[in-house]
């Protein structure tokens, strides 16, 4: 196989998870703009999931968020899912909406709060028995807004009492992904603010337990690739929640803030061999202003973008390079790839799967967002019910 | 006077405006936690407000909120405010909750848009007359999210044409108070991001125009007390936004993250004659999960402190330690008073105006607080209603 | 002349100025790593400016830097440059590291400081009248380490009054350009550390004094192209020090850290008129441990790949999906320019103009490198002089 | 014991390690300026920090850098020290000022510069030896500047290799501390950048492994404090390098920017049992324009200060609170204790312990300034030598 020929083929195997939640509204504490045709229940969550799938060919599995995806019959969800080409993916927890949660969930001082919590962690895991997910996704909003309003260190223990409690319940081939975020909507402290806090938890619970990236929740300046290589060298990179950002959490389209940067974590990835792994390539996006299914395709896309370039690599140049401290070279074989346009190498490789060259113009001309906007009426649009 | 007495004469001029909806819910884009004895309408919010002021003497105003303070007659919701010792104070705008503000308001590329926008600016002028308040205060949420959504510089001809607009319609006595932020709701640019954008525009706009410092809306590292001094030194600073931030826009009580800084700020204000003239001093908080009149009585507490220790710099022994080059001297100097417990003093100035030397218990005690848990029940608590 | 061909037209206009002191050793306060074969004079500094310019066509004038480039007879200097094909660019005024500077230069307390300091800005005019300068470009390391260190507003009356006088001295023709930069080497105020400062002093000083924006002195998250925006809007934008960063001022190369945000620097100049006006395209920066001809080459480079996409931007395209507010289409339009790959357009250019279509190949090749380390032996190597 | 006498032992107890490179020049890349009576070699670097701990009485050691406290025999120095009642504390390496070291040290692409690096780090284990020194600091430069230009996986494999190897050489009751650092002077990759690295490194080699908190090495917005209470619940807080800084690693005075931040961490450490562990807490400045000796007896002030205060927060009113969920009662306990002036109680420590209650005021009356600047005239001042 050529080298051209093995980069296609990885294209052709890649997957990114999409999250139900973009389908539905979103917005900021200021104001959640309603768009017409938005989903008003996890199955037709799942339906515009699939036209995502269908148009990329990348897209197979869709993470669920609970309570928000809940439903009678997880079994019936999954086989809609299943009827439309797609599959359940990630399980995600919510221990952030019930008035309980104002001072915390698992780390909540109160002991009563807490073992609601982990009930809904297990809640979660029996989902995933009943969906057939490989992953829980644990984030907290857990923390503390003012200085003294908690003790830190106790919500720590608190944390890996409930955390152990949870990864017991784990069954064969099921994941907990742990992810962690800077701040918001905590303010003063987060009970797991930074991946060294993630990683040492995981690192306490066992190999299922794995640490989750999302690229919006570091500090400014904070060197996401690097992390990502050093998960990835301890073995304990779980995946990705994907979007960008320019300021804090701000949950854009993957690949719109810092195209730049994706391809340097794509190419820490496929340079720590995570592409070939179990690290799981997840969105988590709020498209507040655009229109979803579309601002999904476009990021799936940027997704496959920042891969080839980063697959595109001369490995072999880069590594001689760097080995005789050409500084200017090595950067310059780097830079090679990621200045070259890859856009009709993925063309070619979507013609190859039978798709069509662009998602997005096979989108808009079958007719999809005209179809849900008539008929999806009435009802509650689906949203973050915050 | 002695030098003490003048600080304490000082101190009993201050004045400290509270925000009308930091007395209601609030909280971020992942939950509101809603609070029992909230207020249900404006004359509720008064209501609160007054106590604040009761107990602290130095809250005699109350910012509005339009349209979350909208009501039939202004004339008696100033009477209303009256009878209850406070007065109604600036009235800020919104123009980021209406669906037609999806891409902007008075920035916005559809004329329909803006026409609008600058109509809701005008009926607050209408406000301001019908309440005798001297203050419009704009924060636009426009921008935009993602690079070539709109054009940058088309929308600041369009924000330099609105606010024109609503200058010609100010009365005698009446400002225009623009405020900056540096992002949030907007994620990639906004329209007025920084204190240097507001500048210009008032600037051109004249003498009624003036520039609003609101301490949470600056990028990481940002020194507010330097804009703070220079917006002095250019006759523009029209007043602050008082709160706290660790973060991004945290929205905490002022005084909470960073004393130290509020201190700084305040010395600038004293030093810069800002203390004595017409700059406003306004809190804008959020207090999503602690009690909301003793947070914001403990906010006014907080201002007072900061002031009473800038009032308290030996002002004659700085300048002779900075016109010798006397480094530490100088440091010492400022932090001398900085590092003085102010607390006692304060008591004293509360009883000779004779109020409770301490708001916090005096507020515990009264029984306001049970008082409206019991009484506000059924209607619609008062909130952002984004 | 088609579409392709006025990019081309363009393309061939441009001129980016390169800095004297790039050519020297530099460094970080831990190390200064010096090169072989580094100039030590101005002459030779020249002389590698020359080959830069040689082999890209678009880097004709070159900064410098006073004291570090005094010499006797700066007409000789001038006919040194001439007769290498290139001209002397920017007068670079230098008043931090004489030892009278510790507290402040234009700003210092002591009125004898500021005269030394006014005397060099001066002398710096004169050296301008001697080469053939068109710009004073002012950078001040003016500020204090520590709160209470010296009088924050005193200090900008004292640099408006500095400035006014050298402003007084500008010849016919002549612009002083003043640059803002958050911190370093000051560490708790800068007396010029933001836009919103320098064009604040810029405006009263009048049309000859004009902002520079340095693209590494920014607070972490300010949107420079804004700034870029408004300050041609204002007609106030000078000119560029172009370098990258990740972190603080790091001085990379121009485009190495984000060559995204470069691209959308370089589209809002174009959008602004600023491409064919007066503004001056400068680097500032530093090649620590990268040989320092290539890696300016490839700077001027990286600069003509960010203006050929701005150039490609569908300005047709752009303008009709912003006006309809399809803020997908309008991204899309941008990133369609950006995702291309200009390098074949810019070698083609190379070639029209009579160059090697690969100016590091062709500057490798010269063999200039390996003479300058054989014949610059002995002597005193340029550098920063700290 | 009463609580306060308790408060007050404590504090005659404390130990705060003063750098020997603070004594000397320092500066920013732009410029150093020397200061009369700098101490020109590490026999005066010692005079000097005598004088700190006699003055107040909780500064008995002294960190060591080599190679700018090489000397020819060490137990000569640290008899020197003892004569005047110090000791030598922690001996820090370097690993970046050599030629060799352009492209790194222990983790650079050439096996020989790294075991050049290895066998520096052994010979300051060596000096550890012949100082009965517990703590061998180790800070690396060690990082990238470009993308692509080394491999980052590699480098920490190396990091791990050279780090090993220096372990298994430490003795009995000998320490290895690793710090990390953000950036600088490496602008893209740093081998070491937070405290997860540090963790997952140390946790790795042993016991004797520990992490280094610098108070000025962090990305914005990130809770240090969080970090000590983190390190101190695994075990893993080795040692604290103080400072402060607004922007970047401005290695100001301690506590001279953000006093509260400091008073939080110092809480943090009280509550997580590290001021009475082996936790040192060592100072790490430069005092570039200010006079050296009294800046480090105010820095050590300072953190007496902030110990003091964290000393007197009343745990079980805070626990009350907290455990009750009263944020905003919980937060006053804490606040209570910092807005206390513990000036006073200091002074009465000092006298108890025989020492003058003002060390400044002491200081200053001795002559030791004067006396120095009289007699260090000639030779070579001590500086970073970079």
Redesign the interface.
Known sequence: MTELAAVKAALKTQAVETPSWAYGN?????????QAGVPRDPFEKLDDAAKVHEFTGVAPTVALHIPWDKVEDYAALAEHAKARGVRIGAINSNT??D?D???GSICH??AAVRKKAVGHLLECVDIMDATGSRDLKLWF?DGT?????????SR??RLAEGLAEVYERLGEGQRMLLEYK????A????DV?????A??HC?KLGDKAQVVVDTGH??????I???V??L???GKLGGFDFNS????D?D??VG??????LF?IMY?VV??GGFTSDVAFMLDQCH????KI??II?SVMNVQ?ATAKALLVDAEA??A???S?D??G??????DA????V?PLLREVRQEMGLAPDP?AAYRECGWAEKVVAERVGGQQAG?G?
Chains 1, 2, 3, 4 share one sequence.
């Open positions: 979103s917005g900021t504490r200021f104001k959640v703009f309603a952030f909406q008035d949660y104002r001072l001082p109160d909003a807004n003012y200085p003294g309003q908690d003790d830190v260190r720590q223990d800077l701040f918001e909507p303010f003063y402290t987060t603010p930074d991946w060294g806090t990683y040492a690192l570091h500090a400014p300046g904070t060197n690739e690097f992390i290589a050093t990835l060298r301890e950002r320019f300021y804090a701000d854009l389209m719109a803030a810092d195209p730049f940067q340097r820490e340079r720590g507040n202003i655009e229109a579309p601002a476009r973008e880069l590594a390079a760097q080995a401290g500084v200017l090595a950067n310059a074989v780097l830079m990621y200045d070259s346009d856009r997005m973050w915050a």
